[in-house]
């Protein structure tokens, strides 16, 4: 009998995230400089930051390379940030070997093709409501929330409440 998600989020201690469609909306606002803007959610912030107070990893994996995203995300204290990641698998394999991360500890979100393989590899594959059907079918837990509203911060906190930790970051108790 294999394990609920609900029992994998008791195993999980590292969030891997992509960045477009998952703490983007998908949308891409290009200025007439060229320049290409996103919009993050703030609550998916606020939980990744808790996350990395609580004691958890949290890495992004990511195609797109843009300065602001790597600066929104340093702002947050996330310091394992891999933008214009070629290969996501090999990206995540130098990841785990870098901390001695066990695949099956791992909550890795994304939305599209590029994340197919690496989700493959982790204990606990996720996804926003709006992800393409090819990452939907590989998926443990699908996010009642789109990339960019609020599914991060509700695969954060869904571990972190299993855990018993989320109660104890928002009444001040966290280390």
Known sequence: MSKSYKQIMND????????DGVLTDSSVH???????????NIRDGFAMKA??????RVCIISGGNNEGVQIRLQNLGITDIYLASPDKVETFKEYAELY??????????????????????????TCPQDASPEIKAICQYISHKNGGQGAVRDVIEQVMK???????????KHD
């Open 100 to 125: 001695s991360i066990k695949s099956e500890n791992v909550l890795y979100m994304g939305d599209d093709i590029p994340d197919y393989h690496v989700m493959q590899l982790v204990g606990l594959p």
């Open 30 to 40: 290009i200025t007439a400089t060229g320049d290409m803007l996103r919009t993050m």
């Open 51 to 56: 996350a990395l107070e609580s004691g958890y």
């Open 12 to 19: 999980i201690n590292t969030f891997v995230f992509d960045v």
């Open 162 to 172: 299993v855990q018993g930790k989320w109660h104890l970051y928002y009444n001040g």
